[in-house]
């Protein structure tokens, strides 16, 4: 599927404060006591000189920090005393404090000094985009970025590394992604998944540093966000768009971008039942499963009035427009097959045209829609065909799922076109419930071994050269046999697939810790 959806590290050695260089261990802080030991030491030596401490280790989070200057100290941990105070000139950073402050039940203050004990919050500095230094010394800890999603990752760090020891170690994290796009794909078309169960789902990426949740609300099976447009393809469950616009509210304070999926021309049935007349038919008179005729004008005015509504609904900076598995190009001979099809192609495009090129022409048609709104288009690999008379906009990101559908091409082909990619593997990111098509629920291990953002498609990665056209990841859950799990069991079986796929997203190097060290730590941190 898609469709048949239809169907990292942290080195041995004590090293640097640079990324570029190998991370310290991962063990207990402190050179290797254990973290009762520590508390314990800290507490009956409290002006304990910091000279007499062994070198602090890297704190230990998912994914792990990429870089960690150890220093000698007792590190911090939480008192009563205890404040996040938000830096003068930082109070943007208001919403990160606070939120630290309750997880950790501190005390808060807004452009205040901080004090022994504290944490402190600054934007400044120089850095890459979602980065952040994380200094811990003299009993407080500090954290600047250069922007507020960096220093709100740093406050995650914090987080995870006081629930895995209780403590930050004492040094200096200068941390970033390898990565821009980090994430969970989520398809609440096939089922219906509740807000409260959505909203926890982003609070749990949020802590794992993933910045994207791909959202799928409309396929054969269901539409299921509120229309004013088009209230008849509404199925009875289904979110409001004031739930939405609260999921919506709780993503962007916490740095998680929503990018909304209507795919089209195909995997459109639940639309096509309020709108029978606008369905595929072949050329015996067979309706096509979920796929809309593109060859009659009223098509592209149903979808684009959708388009632009959603498009005011939801403030993102990407948008979904999907493109799979259009049935009529997953025919043996499609232009016999769809004959309506093939000659609407030629007469838009010419004698040469066919129907892989009306369908093209129908993917940079509704990417012209979109365009006035600023939204980075996206689209599936399987919908962006070579050797046309019409070539798929070239400012598209490739969603790379596939090498198995009809039409499908090996990376490499996108990649040698200058095309960028994301990666949703289906041979280690397709969570489909029920197990259809050959499908099996991906485990964390499988994915934290062997998957990285280079192996797009089966088990085999792609040169390193092409590094720069990926932009990361997602890993996907497709609700094909929507009673096959509930929401609860969902969580559960995406819980250590989407840990693996936060650490190896956040770090391109092979993670240290092994699998059984790895799940013992996601059992503290959360």
């Not at 821009?180 to 989520?186: E, I, W, Y």
Request: hydrophobic content about 35%; charged content about 20%; aromatic content about 8%.
């Amino acid at each position: 599927m898609r469709h048949s959806r239809n169907a990292f590290a942290i080195g041995a050695s004590v090293v640097t404060a640079t990324l570029s260089l190998p991370l310290v261990s991962c063990g207990a802080p402190g050179g290797g006591s254990s973290p009762d030991a520590q508390r314990a030491t800290a507490t009956a030596s409290p002006t304990r000189p910091p000279s007499s401490y062994p070198l602090s280790k890297a704190p230990r989070t998912i994914p792990a920090v990429r870089g960690h200057e150890p220093a000698r100290g007792p590190g911090w941990r939480p008192t009563p005393t205890a404040r996040v105070v938000v830096a003068s000139g930082s109070k943007a950073l208001a919403d990160e404090g606070r939120l630290l402050s309750r997880e950790l039940r501190l005390g808060y203050s807004a452009g205040g000094k901080a004090r022994a004990g504290d944490i402190e919050l600054a934007l400044g500095g120089s850095g890459a985009a979602e980065s952040y230094t994380l200094t811990v010394k003299n009993g407080r800890v500090r954290i600047t970025g250069p922007d507020e999603a960096g220093v709100f990752y740093g406050t995650r760090t914090v987080k995870q590394s006081v629930r895995a020891d209780g403590l930050v170690p004492e040094g200096t994290v200068r941390d970033r992604p390898a990565w821009p796009q980090r994430g969970l794909n989520l398809d609440i078309a096939r089922k219906y998944y509740t807000a409260p169960w959505i909203e926890q789902r982003l609070r749990e990426m949020a802590d794992l540093k993933l910045n994207q949740l791909g959202l799928h609300f409309s396929d054969d099976q269901g539409f299921r966000i509120e229309s004013t447009s088009h209230p008849e393809v509404v199925s009875a469950q289904h979110l409001t768009k004031a739930q939405v616009r609260r999921i919506l509210a709780l993503a962007s304070s916490l740095h998680i971008t929503v990018v909304p999926e209507i795919d089209s021309p195909g995997h459109l049935g639940a639309v096509l039942r309020a709108h029978p007349a606008l369905q595929l038919h072949n050329v015996h008179g067979t309706p096509a499963q979920g796929a809309i005729d593109i060859s009659k004008p009223d098509s592209a005015r149903l979808v684009d009035e959708l388009l632009r509504e959603y498009a005011g609904l939801f403030p993102g900076a990407y948008w979904h427009l999907g493109a799979d598995e259009y049935v009529a190009l997953m025919a043996r001979d499609p232009e016999a097959s769809y004959p309506q099809l093939a000659t609407a192609a030629r007469a838009k495009y010419g004698p040469q045209a066919r129907i892989k090129d009306l369908a093209t022409g129908w993917l940079n048609d509704r990417a012209a829609v979109m365009r006035p709104y600023g939204r980075q288009l996206k689209a599936w690999n399987d919908g962006i065909f070579a050797g046309g008379v019409v070539t798929a906009d070239k400012k598209l990101q490739v969603e790379y799922w596939t090498g198995k559908e009809t039409g499908a091409r090996p990376p490499l082909e996108y990649l040698r076109e200058g095309r960028k990619l994301v990666n949703l593997n289906d041979e280690y990111l397709y969570y489909v419930l029920g197990q259809p098509n050959e499908f099996s629920y991906p485990t964390g291990r499988r994915i934290y071994e062997q998957w990285t953002p280079l192996v797009l498609r089966g088990t085999t990665p792609v040169s390193t050269a092409y590094s720069d056209q990926i932009l990361g990841g997602r890993l996907a859950v497709w609700s094909d046999i929507a009673g096959a799990q509930s929401e609860a069991q969902v969580a559960n079986g995406i819980r250590m697939p989407l840990r693996a796929v936060a650490q190896k997203l956040w770090d391109s190097r092979p993670p240290a810790l092994t699998w059984e060290q790895f799940t013992a730590l996601a059992a503290k941190t959360g």
